[in-house]
């Protein structure tokens, strides 16, 4: 399996970036999608998760109503639109593909429930 995210960059704060996520190697339809972050000192952290179909989306609190994750099944493909960039937002984000475990299933906000990891991107907002 290999996950190639794409898309980082230098912007400044209030700016917008677009990061995206390249799969091969796995069967895209059967894999729920995340992206995570980890920045300077801190640990991973849940950023933004969408379903097999992309119906179903889900967000950590610090960034609902500026991130926007959205997944091309016929591209094997994931992107995060991020605008109103905050320094806070600083990290190198990773994306991670989950297989799902049942029709029903929603996907993971737990890192641990990831079945495979890309290299991660960095993502730098200066004030």
Known sequence: VQLQASG???VQSGGSLR???AA???WFESNHMGWFRQGPGKGREFVAAVSVG???????????GRFTISRDNAKNTIYLQMNSLKPEDTAV??????????????????ADEYDSWGQGTQVT???
């Open 93 to 110: 984000y990773y994306c991670a593909a989950q297989k799902r475990r049942s029709v029903i299933s929603e996907p993971a906000l737990d």
């Open 8 to 10: 980082g960059g230098l």
């Open 19 to 21: 990061l995206s996520c």
């Open 54 to 64: 992309g119906r179903s989306t889900h967000y950590a609190t610090s960034v609902k």
């Open 125 to 127: 907002v200066s004030s």
């Open 24 to 26: 091969s190697g796995l």
